[in-house]
């Protein structure tokens, strides 16, 4: 078996690895906002057949810095009626949510922050974290549109964390593990030996094959919900509840919000790619393999979906709060047990 | 039970179609003019300006002949123009389409913050003097530099010039008062 | 080091769990138990056993403080932030304090009273293993029973909120 | 997907605490500045005042000091999204007390302008809808098709929003020569991104669930209430001035009135209400080709227009279909160059006052849509 863990290897187990393992996520977490941020920029204009922004920069490259600066040196306002232990705090708790689900993310197979057994279900327990920071944040506010769209994101959340759960327990049983980088294993080799293609395995699989479709986009759905992203963002829905349970933040507290959303929405996307994508598996059998080219794989395969998500965000309208519980609570979930018994028959058979 | 099945295809399916309508934009060329970098009043693409655009009002003081009918026409009562009567034989220059002039055109100002670009002056000016041009970038930090008097910009007229004819006029006036008085 | 975190654990745990209880605002209390359960989870981890510290993580912080502060949100006056609990007045510090002492005693007395066996550790490979055989085979009852009431109420939550 | 009417609800048993709510005036989706003060139960809406005046500009007042000409700019910026057949009805009803011809080709020119027009603000009306509604996308598509339009007008007029086009007696000026070229172009366009459109939002699955069976507007309420223009019509009454008194020369074409019909949902909803502005765009397009096919290029477009202006003693009502309802003017004339009163009907502030009988018994991210669907501008609700 390989190494788990390639900065151990170099340096021994000691703090100073731990101090850069833990930062390393940090460091891939703010070149990726920045790109994202650019991408739902310039992805958004384009698809508008606008040019996006232009004046920072070639082309703007630079905007998303500029962003980041303005939001940086904004007042940090807080509202005079607001419950300032808590209003301070939501941000914060937000952020450190979805920071801690990069703790178990396999970026290669020499690299993960913390190899632990359980990782497919530590991404589901953190991913419930967050909520709370949510319902801080749109309590303390003290404004009816943010006290609405805390009490919305919560339900919305916890609604839609069955789905993923279900889909969740549908790839444990598959892979027969909860180790992220055990299932990569059971995916290496070609595209079709997959989660999303059924598995490795003979060719009873075909008959299987819609059912694990299926899963993957009840999972896609689900994890746009979580990530509050159109035609789910009914939480920050700005034609009736203006921006939401942020709607009274400013400047840097702001931008620990809009942080949080954007490694979740890498989240969401890195867990697609490890339990439907091969992870840091070359789609081509060892064309490209090994650790480095992983990374590559990796991070690719999790931006295609990081794309979907903008890409879905700008073409969809979005849905009224029951018509989401509806789709939860009487689509998603009925047809994720269907496909978690057929997926289960297929692992009883093979 | 149909029908439901019905729905959630018909919510995937719309869905996908609406994907491939944005994912066909998305490589389509923009329609973005880069305004500053590209003005308007050159070829810019299907959205350039036309000539006869209306922006701000150009007044040629050589063609005024201070007839007021601007400032009657206007809407908004942005136009204020002060004229002084000439005295016989120091009529002001003709205009320069040939026309006679007998009215000093001692102020003639355009409040552009009032102006509503309406084009009704252009069209009651019986010698053509106000006219709308494609000029529209003439923002600036202060409104009252908005209000252009355009004897003073075009210098037509100066300070002591305007001040020799008031004199002149209001001379006239007391010697026709005198004659009005004491008849010969 | 596991030394430290415990401590930073038990302190997390203790500290909040004293807002808990002494808070005059209900929502702090709510919100404290968001770093109560935290540092429980904490200490779960320190003590090997992973997969019930992430089930702390996501029935206790995921479900049941939601529920709680849901709770809260509906059934007092949601749109101001001067929300009181009612219930710290002396009569009730008195009686609880009373009742904690006992149990407090009680339970320091139990610990001293009763020989513990240093047991020689081995570091499970994994917990999630060993929790599905025991609760497929020497505890399938339970389970199973378990798993009826809750699908009962279940039931019963939807019948109930149903409109009619 | 959810059939549900929430009409239904009986409101004496549910008996929780209504909550008022204050929507706008800074609110993103109203449209302007506009307030509606709606009285909540839970999420459901029981009852909505619109409080309406923060864009009062005295326009009727304001009339009566200015001359006939001079009102025209006014006129303008009443529906400043519409402003060509804002213009229309006041010059018809004034060429009528003047008694004055106008040529044949004005006609064409105002009939072809008032239907682009009309395109134009139905393409707003359906994309700020499809943004109330979530959709980003359709907004643009739709603006960039309009700034077409825009440019069109401006040629012929100078102005992109506010023409002062439309003369008494005639046009302020003629058209640009490639006038004929630009507008099969515009409309060229026009239906391909109607067609994107219909695929990209009005027949999506999702805007359809926002839509169907929302804000319900019983075509007797909306007769009670003199609603006109497309919400009329989407209620499913096929009342259009162009075809009930044709004005202008609108009865030489051969055009539909397209009505609710409830394909998706009921009759009168705010599906309706937008399929209605949909396939009206289409049907303008239609005229507008007819227009151009008999469009007579020879004439001046000036040769009637009047060097002063002064009504005979009287008074008049002259109206005409705008896109958003009925405008009219009743216009008073003391014999002067100055109208005694002028009373405008506007369509906007009539629609709005239908709005509560149509957003009570729905959720408040109804209400949202149903006041996006009613399309007001609240240039001409406070005038």
Redesign the interface.
């Known amino acids: 078996m390989e190494e788990a863990n390639f900065v151990f290897n170099m340096i021994g187990e000691n703090w100073i690895a731990f101090a850069i393992i833990s930062l390393l996520p940090m460091i891939f977490l703010l070149a990726y906002a920045l790109i994202a941020i650019l991408g739902e920029l310039k992805?958004?204009?384009?698809?508008?057949?606008?040019?996006g922004p232009?004046r920072t920069g070639p082309w703007g490259i630079i905007q998303p810095v500029a962003e980041v600066v303005k939001l940086l040196q904004k007042e940090d306002i807080t509202p005079d009626?607001?419950?300032k232990?808590?209003f301070n705090l939501a941000p914060f708790?937000m952020f450190a949510a979805s920071y801690a689900g990069f703790a178990v993310i396999p970026f290669s197979s020499y690299f993960v922050p913390s190899g632990?057994?359980?990782g497919l279900?530590?991404l589901?327990?953190?991913?419930?974290?967050g909520?709370?920071g949510l319902?801080?944040g749109g309590?303390?506010s003290?404004n009816?549109y943010s006290?609405l769209g805390g009490?919305r994101a919560?339900a919305q959340i916890?609604s839609y964390?069955i789905p993923a759960a279900m889909v969740i327990l549908t790839i444990a049983v598959m892979a027969g593990s909860?180790d992220l980088q055990e299932i990569i294993r059971q995916q290496s080799g070609w595209f079709w030996n997959w989660f999303v293609f059924g598995g490795s395995g003979g060719w009873i699989k075909i008959i299987f094959l819609p059912f694990s479709f299926i899963m993957c986009?009840i999972y896609i759905i689900a994890s746009l919900a979580e990530t509050n992203r159109?035609?789910f963002?009914?939480p920050e829905?700005?034609?009736?509840l203006?921006a939401g349970y942020h709607t009274e933040y400013s400047g840097m507290k702001f931008a620990m919000f809009f942080f949080a959303e954007y490694a979740n929405m890498f989240i969401v996307s890195a867990i697609i790619t490890i339990i439907f994508f091969g992870g840091w598996n070359s789609p081509f059998g060892d064309f490209m393999g090994g650790p480095i080219w992983g990374v590559f794989w990796f991070v690719s395969k999790a931006f295609v979906f990081v794309f979907l998500q903008i890409?879905?965000r700008?073409?969809?309208?979005?849905?009224?709060?029951?018509?989401l519980m509806?789709?939860s609570w009487?689509?998603l979930l009925p047809?994720s047990f269907v496909c978690f018994l057929a997926l289960s028959l297929l692992v009883m058979l093979k | 039970m149909k029908d439901y099945f019905k729905n959630?295809w018909l919510?995937?399916w719309t869905?996908l179609i609406?994907?491939r309508?944005?994912?066909d934009?998305?490589?389509?060329?923009?329609?973005?003019v880069?305004y500053p970098n590209v003005h308007p009043k050159d070829k810019a693409g299907w959205m350039d300006m036309p000539s006869n655009a209306r922006n701000r009002l150009y007044v040629d003081m050589d063609e005024c002949n201070g007839c007021n009918s601007c400032a009657r026409a206007c809407p908004v009562n942005c136009i204020s123009i002060e004229t002084v009567r000439s005295v016989p034989g120091d009529a002001p220059p003709p205009l320069a389409s040939g026309g006679k002039r007998n009215l000093w055109v001692s102020q003639f100002e355009i409040d552009f913050t009032k102006c509503c670009f309406c084009s009704l002056c252009t069209e009651a000016c019986p010698t053509g003097a106000i006219v709308m041009t494609t000029e529209f970038e003439y923002s600036s930090y202060n409104r009252y530099d908005l209000v252009y008097n355009f004897v003073k910009l075009q210098n037509s007229m100066s300070d002591e010039k305007i001040a020799e004819v008031k004199e002149k006029w209001a001379e006239h006036q007391k010697e026709k008062k005198k004659e009005a008085v004491e008849p010969k | 080091m596991e030394d430290l975190l415990f401590y930073l654990f038990a302190f997390v745990v203790i500290g909040s769990a004293s807002v808990v209880v002494l808070s005059k605002n209900i929502?702090?209390s709510a919100?404290s138990l968001?770093f109560t359960f935290f540092g429980v989870a904490g200490l779960y981890v320190l003590l090997f056993a992973?997969?019930v510290a992430?089930?702390q993580?996501?029935v206790y912080?995921?479900?049941i403080?939601?529920l709680i502060?849901?709770g809260v949100?509906l059934t007092t006056k949601?749109?101001?932030?001067d929300i009181k609990s009612g219930t710290t007045g002396k009569v009730q510090l008195i009686t609880a304090s009373v009742v904690v002492v006992i149990i407090a005693i009680s339970l320091i007395l139990l610990f001293t009273n009763v020989e513990w066996v240093n047991q020689e550790f081995v570091q499970p490979?994994?917990t999630?293993d060993s929790i599905g055989f025991a609760f497929m085979t020497k505890y399938l009852l339970p389970f199973e029973i378990a798993a009826v009431l809750l699908l009962i109420a279940l039931v019963g939550a939807t019948l109930i909120a149903r409109r009619k | 997907?959810?059939e549900?009417k929430y009409i239904d609800i009986e409101f004496s048993q549910l008996d929780s605490e209504r909550?008022r709510?204050f929507m706008g005036p800074q609110?993103?989706?109203t449209h302007g500045v506009l307030q509606l003060e709606v009285e909540l139960d839970g999420?459901i809406v029981t009852d909505l005042i619109p409080h309406i005046g923060y864009l009062h500009r005295c326009f009727e007042k304001h009339a009566e000091n200015m001359t006939y000409p001079q009102i025209i700019p006014y006129i303008d910026r009443l529906d400043y999204i519409s402003s060509m057949n804002n213009e229309l009805p006041y010059v018809m009803g004034l060429e009528k007390m003047l008694d004055i011809q106008v040529s044949e080709k004005v006609e064409y020119i105002r009939v072809i302008f008032s239907e682009l027009n009309r395109i134009a603000n139905h393409q707003i009306a359906i994309a700020t809808f499809?943004?109330?509604?979530?959709?980003?996308?359709p907004f643009?598509?739709y603006f960039?098709d309009r700034e077409m339009i825009l440019t069109i007008f401006e040629k012929a007029s100078g102005g992109r929003l506010l023409y002062n086009y439309f003369w008494v007696g005639g046009l302020a000026a003629d058209v640009h020569p490639t006038f004929k070229e630009d507008i099969t172009e515009a409309i060229r366009i026009i239906r391909d991104t109607n067609a994107e459109i219909l695929n990209?939002?009005l027949k999506?699955k999702?805007?359809i669930?926002?839509t169907a069976n929302v804000g319900i507007l019983p075509a007797d309420i909306a007769i009670s209430y003199g609603v006109t223009g497309p919400i009329l019509r989407a209620s499913g009454i096929p009342l259009d001035l162009r075809k009930a008194e044709p004005y202008s020369i609108y009865e030489r074409f051969d055009f539909d009135i397209p009505v609710g019909n409830g394909e998706v949902g009921t009759v009168g909803d705010c599906w309706d209400r937008n399929i209605v502005r949909f396939r009206e765009m289409e049907e303008s397009c239609k005229i507008i080709e007819q227009a151009l096919k008999t469009f007579p290029s020879q004439g001046d477009v000036r040769e009637n227009v009047p060097k002063r202006i002064r009504l005979p003693k009287g008074e008049i009502y002259c109206k005409a279909e705008n896109p958003k309802g009925e405008l009219g003017f009743y216009i008073i004339s003391d014999g002067k160059d100055k109208p005694e009163r002028v009373k405008v009907r506007a369509p906007s502030f009539v629609n709005l006052s239908a709005l509560p009988e149509m957003s009570r018994g729905y959720?408040?991210?109804?209400l949202?849509m149903i006041l996006g669907s009613v399309d007001i501008v609240l240039g001409e609700v406070d005038r």
Do not use: C
């Open positions: 992805i958004s204009a384009f698809i508008q057949e606008r040019l232009m009626s607001a419950n232990p808590l708790i632990i057994n359980l279900f530590f589901l327990a953190v991913g419930s974290l909520i709370i319902l801080m309590w303390a003290n009816k006290l009490l919560v916890v964390e909860l986009i159109t035609p963002d009914i829905g700005e034609s009736e203006v890409w879905l700008w073409t969809l309208p979005r849905l009224r709060v029951d018509q509806y789709v009487k689509v047809f | 959630v919510g995937v869905a609406g994907m309508i944005t994912i934009h998305l490589f389509r060329k923009n329609v973005t880069q | 929502m702090y919100f968001l992973d997969f992430l089930t993580i996501m912080i995921g479900g403080l939601v502060i849901f949100l949601i749109t101001g932030v490979n994994t999630i | 997907m959810s549900k909550m709510l609110h993103p989706s999420e499809g943004l109330d509604s979530g959709a980003f996308t643009l598509y960039r990209l939002l999506n999702i805007f669930d926002r959720m408040f991210a109804d949202v």
